[in-house]
């Protein structure tokens, strides 16, 4: 064999094993579809160029009405204790004269699981909770101490049940 061709095996049996080694250890591998775990889009509540308020996450456009929230109360919170807003509510005319078969239904739902446990299914005042003094519950549902229900009910939720409680108060 000739001395060049010994050269150029060995310098290319180097070569090869230098690319090879070093290339193992430094690439992981191919990634099929990379942009369905490194997401081109900005990701949620990071940093935006796009915006002028460089924010991801943007709020409803003004004027959007929530689902569920088309009857928005239109008085402020009463803040001071003093009852000029309870008196204001008062004012406020409930959208639902009545109830068709089917909201009736969810509206009785509604109200069994929210007010019911309480109230009572009869509205006697003496649901599960009560029961005559034997539940858990340490009031009798009475009058002036009633929480707000705002977080569990929409407002038109609220009416619902305030139009159910009255149609049964009506028998
Ligand atoms: C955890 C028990 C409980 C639940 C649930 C409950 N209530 Fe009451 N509610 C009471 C108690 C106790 C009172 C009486 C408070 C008092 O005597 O000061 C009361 C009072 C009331 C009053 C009279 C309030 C006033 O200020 O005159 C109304 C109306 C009322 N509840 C409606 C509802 C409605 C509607 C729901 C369901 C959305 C509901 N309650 C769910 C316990 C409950």
Known sequence: MKRSTIVFCGLAALLIAAIGCSDVKRTPGKVYMPDMANSRAYETYSANPVFADGRTSQGP?????????????HIEMDQTGDTANYYASRALPNPFDSLDADQMKETERLYLINCGICHGAKL????????????PYPAKPGKNLMGSYA???TAKQRWQVITYIKSKQGK
């Open 61 to 73: 456009v003004a004027g959007t009405v929530k689902r569920g929230e088309e009857y928005p109360v």
């Open 124 to 135: 006697d005042g003496n649901g599960p909770l009560w029961k005559d003094g034997d539940g």
């Open 151 to 153: 977080s569990q009910l």
